[in-house]
């Protein structure tokens, strides 16, 4: 009996082993790479803007008025403050620096820890409308097709992501997807600084200022048809190119070019939108050290994956065979005594 007991612990010590395996690989793994409840992440961006000067207009200083080529810089906070379960609720703060003037931003999300898609929030937690939809993320192993759709949180509408092919940034290989929003503009703290109408003298004076289509389109005919004062609302376009790390799901890179215009309706039958002029523009990308530091975080964080989803259950599936074998060996070597 004494000389089955290392063969009888060999193999239970490699089904253990096996069982550790299959643990890690199911369990662990997958955990790996849900949405840490830790996360605080900083992105710097830089560029440019065109801003509408509201007191400036107000005043009628149209010469004024609209201030373009202003460089700015851009400041992107993502940090989730609490998680239930596979739900994280992630804050996304955007702060774009033009001169002297600080433009805060904030959005709360609720976030499946998984496949970073908007999912219900947590009771008596206010979020974005974004159920189904990416927002502030993309998964690790991000698909490269179009399955994706994008939550605009300034439009507060859901469009598609278009797949483009895969590209490098810092050393890694990455999918690249374009978003692209043309809707009107529903976010409240976007609406609030803007002018609801404007004086029909006032809208007239801007026109030589607006571009040769805009100018097309104000005919004395439609200009002498508006009410006064001129009624505005607001249509929010965006284009945003992320290259997105195949292995962590991390956008190491971003371009975004956002538009705010102000759209007024021009008589006639049927009423048609008539856009006037761009009460904001900004474009800009992931400056060069942020660059660098997110391409660190993907190295960090794929090599976190690598273990844990393959070197680790390989390693304990290969040392299990071993043991194995040994048990094997063990109970069926020759007698070292024969008789005579």
């Known amino acids: 009996m004494s000389a089955r007991r290392p063969t009888i612990l060999l193999i239970t010590v ?3 082993l096996l069982a550790a395996a299959a643990a890690v690989r199911l369990v662990v ?3 790996a790479t849900k949405l840490p409840g830790d996360t605080d992440q900083t992105v ?5 803007a065109t801003l509408l000067d509201s007191k400036a207009l107000q005043s009628g200083d149209t010469a004024h008025a609209l201030r373009s080529g202003i460089p700015v810089t851009v ?13 994280a609720v992630l804050e996304d703060t955007t ?11 904030s959005k709360t999300y609720a976030l499946d820890r998984g496949s970073r898609k908007g999912t219900s929030p947590p009771a008596s937690t206010p979020a974005e409308p974004s159920r189904g939809a990416l927002s502030a993320a993309f998964p690790p192993g991000a698909a490269q097709d179009d399955s994706y ?3 605009d949180a300034a439009t507060r509408s859901i469009v598609p992501v278009h797949y483009t092919g ?14 692209k929003v043309s809707a009107p503009v529903k976010d409240p ?9 404007l004086p029909k003298k006032l809208v007239a004076s801007l026109l030589p200022r607006l571009d040769s289509a805009a100018r097309a389109r104000f005919t004395p005919a439609v200009l002498s048809a508006l009410p006064d004062p001129v009624p505005l609302s607001y249509l929010g376009q965006s284009t945003l190119v992320a290259y997105v790390d195949q292995q962590t799901g991390i956008a190491i890179d971003q371009t975004v070019s956002r538009k705010v215009i102000a759209v007024t309706t021009a008589g006639g039958e049927p009423a048609r939108p008539v856009p006037l002029l761009p009460v904001s523009a900004l474009t800009f990308g992931i400056t060069a050290d942020s660059m660098k530091e997110l391409g660190d975080k993907a190295d960090s964080a794929g090599l976190k994956l690598i273990l844990l989803t393959v070197a680790a259950p390989i390693v304990l599936v290969v040392v299990a065979a071993l043991l194995l074998v040994i048990a094997f060996l063990r109970r069926h070597r020759a007698p070292l005594h024969t008789a005579v």
Request: avoid cysteine.
């Open 189 to 197: 703290a976007t609406l609030e600084p803007l002018p609801s109408a």
């Open 166 to 179: 895969t590209a490098r940034r810092e050393g890694r290989t990455v999918n690249v997807y374009e978003i």
């Open 44 to 48: 710097r961006y830089a560029g440019e």
């Open 95 to 105: 702060t774009v620096h033009a001169g002297e003037q600080s433009l805060p931003s």
């Open 75 to 87: 400041d992107r906070r993502i940090r989730v403050t609490s998680t239930h379960g596979d739900t």
């Open 29 to 31: 793994a997958p955990n």
């Open 149 to 151: 759709t994008y939550y």
């Open 14 to 16: 490699a089904v253990a």
